[in-house]
């Protein structure tokens, strides 16, 4: 079995890096670009469908309680920065490159069995994504507008060809960076951090209600930390109590009370890595009860954490790459050996669900898994840079 990452240096470092240029990209969103994202057309029709033969799905493989229901060649390379899939796994989208670690040039869809090259302008798909109800989400910057109707947050639903836009109604001028980290359906919210050096102030904007609200959170993080932190917090919001968590590298985790505007650290630590940009799925487990996090070893491999808000104790996953939250509570670590494995935090026990079938010279580019656990995707690369994606179904 290959090891992911282990020969691409998955150490704190390489991986602090991945954020950098995470954060670079929005950046560029941001500040460098902003003039030129413009109020993009909402995608057409699909323009091209996948071709015959180039789906390897004639015949399904069924062993070990898994069937592989497609295999799709990738055009170039599989980007990192463009795979979810919806909760139910009946929706993928994917992005391709030219060179890898480049920005995204074709964005495509598969939708029950059906794939497609959407027709989105390349200016800024890095920055769509697929929500878990399975719309396309992505950022608007109409710069003709006034301020107050110029930055939104478009939902299209590549089903129905519907296009919902959702404006933040102020005067800030800022450019939305909708994620499957910082944005939701069910609750409809959106959370961004206007600073996270000197100043720790966030904006949360109830879609719902058209309410946006700005939270200063700089005198309760720095009661706990001398030095400025080297990136924004992840946050969650838990709608049933009404309140934020946050995990703060290596400070500790936040629970805020948005009725009274007042917050405190539940768990302080110098080893927390809240790594949900490479899962892409929220800091949470769906049942609120677990915040999800990697601490670094002596050899800087990371072991996936599970924080009890309840109990407020520590409960550990594993050693990996990256966690995904299941709607049933539990969560699935992908390891350093590729193998996806089930954690149920109610039991500690850990057992593999699925281990991909890899030759030498083989690597797993991209990886998820749907909320429902029904459904596993990922991108396999071999030794002529020649990608393929499988998309596996589970039972």
């Given at each position: 079995?290959?090891?992911?990452?282990?020969?691409?240096?998955?150490?704190?470092?390489?991986?602090?890096?991945?954020?950098?240029?995470?954060?670079?990209?929005?950046?560029?969103?941001?500040?460098?670009?902003?003039?030129?994202?413009?109020?993009?057309?909402?995608?057409?029709?699909?323009?091209?469908?996948?071709?015959?033969?180039?789906?390897?799905?004639?015949?399904?493989?069924?062993?070990?309680?898994?069937?592989?229901?497609?295999?799709?060649?990738?055009?170039?390379?599989?980007?990192?920065?463009?795979?979810?899939?919806?909760?139910?796994?009946?929706?993928?989208?994917?992005?391709?490159?030219?060179?890898?670690?480049?920005?995204?040039?074709?964005?495509?869809?598969?939708?029950?069995?059906?794939?497609?090259?959407?027709?989105?302008?390349?200016?800024?798909?890095?920055?769509?994504?697929?929500?878990?109800?399975?719309?396309?989400?992505?950022?608007?910057?109409?710069w003709d507008l006034p301020v107050e109707e110029r930055h939104a947050i478009i939902v299209f639903n590549p089903e129905t060809e519907e296009t919902i836009e959702h404006v933040m109604n102020n005067d800030?001028?800022?450019?939305?960076?909708?994620?499957?980290?910082?944005?939701?359906?069910?609750?409809?919210?959106?959370?961004?951090?206007?600073?996270?050096?000197?100043?720790?102030?966030?904006?949360?904007?109830?879609?719902?209600?058209?309410?946006?609200?700005?939270?200063?959170?700089?005198?309760?993080?720095?009661?706990?930390?001398?030095?400025?932190?080297?990136?924004?917090?992840?946050?969650?919001?838990?709608?049933?109590?009404?309140?934020?968590?946050?995990?703060?590298?290596?400070?500790?985790?936040?629970?805020?009370?948005?009725?009274?505007?007042?917050?405190?650290?539940?768990?302080?630590?110098?080893?927390?890595?809240?790594?949900?940009?490479?899962?892409?799925?929220?800091?949470?487990?769906?049942?609120n009860r677990y915040a999800l996090y990697a601490t670094f070893d002596a050899e800087d491999d990371m072991t996936h954490m599970a924080f009890d808000l309840e109990t407020e104790e520590e409960l550990e996953?594993?050693?990996?790459?990256?966690?995904?939250?299941?709607?049933?509570?539990?969560?699935?670590?992908?390891?350093?050996?590729?193998?996806?494995?089930?954690?149920?935090?109610?039991?500690?026990?850990?057992?593999?669900?699925?281990?991909?079938?890899?030759?030498?010279?083989?690597?797993?580019?991209?990886?998820?898994?749907?909320?429902?656990?029904?459904?596993?995707?990922?991108?396999?690369?071999?030794?002529?840079?020649?990608?393929?994606?499988?998309?596996?179904?589970?039972?």
């Open positions: 079995m290959i090891k992911f990452f282990r020969s691409e240096h998955v150490k704190k470092t390489g991986i602090i890096l991945l954020i950098v240029c995470t954060i670079i990209l929005v950046g560029c969103g941001d500040e460098q670009t902003n003039r030129d994202i413009q109020d993009t057309e909402t995608p057409q029709q699909p323009e091209q469908e996948q071709q015959p033969g180039d789906s390897e799905d004639e015949e399904t493989i069924s062993s070990n309680g898994y069937e592989a229901i497609e295999q799709i060649d990738i055009d170039g390379y599989a980007n990192g920065l463009v795979f979810t899939m919806s909760a139910d796994g009946t929706r993928l989208i994917w992005g391709e490159t030219d060179q890898r670690l480049a920005n995204t040039k074709r964005a495509n869809l598969w939708i029950e069995g059906e794939t497609r090259l959407l027709d989105f302008p390349d200016d800024n798909i890095d920055y769509f994504f697929l929500s878990e109800q399975g719309n396309i989400i992505r950022n608007q910057a109409d800030w001028d800022t450019i939305l960076t909708p994620s499957r980290t910082n944005y939701s359906e069910e609750p409809h919210m959106y959370i961004r951090y206007k600073d996270y050096s000197e100043q720790v102030t966030l904006t949360f904007w109830d879609i719902t209600q058209n309410e946006v609200q700005e939270i200063d959170l700089t005198d309760l993080v720095y009661s706990e930390e001398d030095e400025e932190l080297h990136s924004y917090p992840r946050t969650a919001f838990i709608e049933d109590t009404n309140e934020l968590i946050l995990l703060i590298f290596d400070v500790g985790i936040v629970r805020y009370d948005l009725d009274s505007s007042t917050g405190e650290f539940v768990f302080t630590t110098d080893n927390l890595f809240a790594h949900n940009e490479r899962s892409q799925t929220p800091i949470l487990t769906y049942d996953i594993g050693m990996g790459v990256a966690t995904f939250p299941l709607q049933d509570g539990t969560v699935i670590l992908f390891d350093y050996d590729d193998t996806f494995q089930h954690f149920d935090p109610s039991t500690g026990d850990l057992s593999e669900i699925h281990a991909p079938d890899l030759s030498d010279g083989d690597s797993i580019d991209n990886f998820t898994i749907s909320a429902d656990g029904s459904t596993i995707a990922y991108v396999v690369r071999d030794d002529d840079n020649e990608s393929t994606l499988y998309i596996v179904s589970l039972f």
